[in-house]
């Protein structure tokens, strides 16, 4: 049954053809069986518009209507060909303006007045006129354009639904766009950040084996079990990112997310591959998201990987870390040469850039002119659009970019804490 409502709905024109045949052979058959002759141009005048109804409702209706006024002003009764004007009123309201149905809602009524006024006997009374005239006529055509009229809303109201439904369905699909691109550039921020930094190792220490390998072979040893120890490192977190993008049949990783609290392996491995690096801690330490951490960490790790690719083999860093009330600041000072123009920025300031974004905060990152390099991180602990005053003064009190200290200076620089 559905199947055959369905293939009704994909022909209407045939089933408005069924319609008019039905209205109009009955009064075909009854005019020529009466021998008014006459009678057979207006029923078919009035029944071949309701073929046409759905693509042309307005013309179809004017067209039965005007019949239907030459019927009055000739005084040719009621047959069933009649029929199709209610009909087609219906039809004006279900698929023509609300303005353009009234129209001819009232030209319905009018011509019901002007049918009663035409048709009624004399003797009739008052209350009978009325009673003709509001049940036999106006009510019909009342009620034929309340239903086209509920039609028409109801018909609307669907179709409202169908655009939101194919508006929210873009809006997921760009949305799923979005997410899509802001997780292969996270990927790609992490796979730039493990993969440069403990390659940069292994090639330092790859070189220092190589040198060491006939004068000092117990050093050309600590430098291969330094390779070994920093590819297996490089594994296990290309295990774990490579982790999130499997099915939920699995674990999602293997190692947990680096943070503040992994800072002491980062800096031993960077110290054991040959750049010196003194670490300070300023305020107070507290909690952090493990997001903002990771970023923190990754952070370090990248600009001292740019310190070792670019600094030179005498370069050292400085890395402060300092706790303010609502922000966290990261500085990383090299004395190195710096990266130079055949250097090319790489995608490491970029990341850099981007992780800093996530969170609201600010990176300012380029040469020293004494020589070196500084990269300054703020990082709001709460989200927010910029830092407090007391995070900008705060800022503003960190070591001067023109001081060049040593070792022993840097261990003096910030007596609060250091490790």
């Not at 409202?160 to 550039?185: H, K, T, V």
């Not at 493990?290 to 790790?301: D, E, K, P, T």
């Not at 001067?400 to 200290?405: A, G, K, V, Y």
Request: one cysteine or more.
């Amino acid at each position: 049954m559905a199947a055959f409502y369905l293939w009704l709905r994909r022909h209407p024109r045939l089933v408005d053809g069924v319609l008019a045949a039905a209205l109009g052979i009955p009064a075909v058959a009854a005019a020529v069986a009466a021998g008014r002759y006459d009678l057979v141009p207006f029923a078919l005048a009035l029944v071949i518009p309701l073929v046409f109804r759905r693509d042309h409702p307005a013309a179809a209706f004017a067209i039965a209507a005007t019949v239907g006024g030459l019927q009055v002003l000739l005084d040719i009764h009621v047959n069933e060909s009649d029929l199709a004007i209610v009909v087609l009123l219906y039809t004006l309201a279900a698929y023509a303006r609300r303005r353009v149905s009234l129209v001819g809602l009232a030209v319905c009524l009018i011509g019901s007045a002007a049918a009663v006024a035409r048709w009624a006997p004399a003797q009739f009374s008052l209350i009978h006129w009325i009673m003709i005239g509001s049940v036999g006529f106006a009510g019909s055509s009342l009620i034929a354009w309340v239903l086209g009229d509920s039609v028409r809303y109801r018909r609307g109201y669907y179709a409202s639904l169908e655009d939101r439904a194919a508006r929210l369905e873009r809006e997921r699909g760009a949305q799923a766009q979005i997410a899509a691109a802001a997780e292969r550039a996270r990927i790609a921020r992490e796979l730039h950040d493990v993969i440069a930094h403990n390659v940069s190792v292994m090639v330092v220490q790859a070189d220092g084996a190589s040198y060491a390998l006939d004068s000092s072979p117990e050093r050309a040893r600590q430098a291969l079990g330094a390779i070994a120890s920093t590819g297996r490192q490089a594994l296990a977190e290309m295990r774990r990112m490579l982790g999130v993008l499997r099915s939920d049949d699995g674990p999602p990783g293997v190692v947990p997310l680096p943070g503040i609290g992994q800072l002491g392996e980062l800096l031993d491995q960077t110290r054991a591959s040959g750049l010196d690096v003194s670490f300070t801690v300023q305020g107070i330490p507290g909690p952090l998201p493990s997001g903002l951490a990771l970023a923190a960490y990754r952070i370090i790790q990248e600009s001292l990987t740019n310190t070792r690719k670019h600094g030179g083999s005498r370069a050292s860093a400085q890395v402060l870390l300092r706790y303010c009330e609502d922000v966290l600041i990261l500085q990383i000072t090299d004395d190195g040469r710096g990266v130079t123009v055949a250097d090319g920025a790489g995608h490491g300031l970029t990341g850099m850039r981007e992780r800093v974004a996530l969170y609201s905060g600010t990176l300012d990152a380029g040469p020293l002119p004494g020589g070196g390099y500084q990269v300054t991180a703020t990082l709001p602990l709460s989200p927010g659009p910029s830092a407090s005053p007391a995070a900008q003064a705060a800022l503003t009190a960190l070591p001067d970019q023109d001081s060049r200290p040593d070792q022993a200076g840097r261990a003096e620089h910030a007596p609060e804490s250091a490790a």
